[in-house]
């Protein structure tokens, strides 16, 4: 069965750090580009950040781009994401993806077929 | 930026009608690259459309999309008690690389 399970959320104080851990199980992690995607009490899905299989390429929201670090270690099926210098907005349910991109290099064409796979979501909470 | 908004944010119907939503983006997006989630309260989101008509595995025929350039549209023929939910519109390819609408909330009248 294909599955991804976060773990790593909780409490911290504004200024603060936490990772986040995606642990995947059920297809070849290394194949697939990653991604974080946080829903703010309330609100609606924010991309935060995404990481190619290899983990050559990784790509931030502005949101987030210079605090948060997306990593992966493909010898342990498993997403990161240090979160450092966090802010009361950054309040959300994080969520890990599989996305399920294709490139074809040869005919310089990339297939797109979405967020196929997502975690439960681990909740982060940023406040005094 | 592509910003990608949703219409009506609220869809109230009754089970039985056909629902229409609208997802419209500020610059044209690739049909390739325009997809479409359903999440219900306390779940994650499930993908349902890719390649903007496309359904994902296991998606019921009665959820189909369609649109090009910067309109882009979901319809669920004949809405079933478990269709109450939120759906998002999602571009890839620009920047930013990945962009999610506001959401429509599909409601019981």
Redesign the interface.
Known sequence: EVQLLESGGGLVQPGGSLRLSCAASGFTFSSYAM?W?RQAPGK????VS?ISGSGGST?Y??SVKGRFTISRDNSKNTLYLQMNSLRAEDTAVY?C?KE??VVVPAAMV???????V????TTVTVSS | EIVLTQSPGTLSLSPGERATLSCRASQSVSSSYLAWYQQKPGQAPRLLIYGASSRATGIPDRFSGSGSGTDFTLTISRLEPEDFAVYYCQQYGSSPRWTFGQGTKVEIK
């Open positions: 991604s995607v609606g899905l924010e991309w995404a790509y929201a502005d969520y993806a399920n991109i990339t297939y797109y077929y979405g967020m196929d997502w975690g439960q979501g």
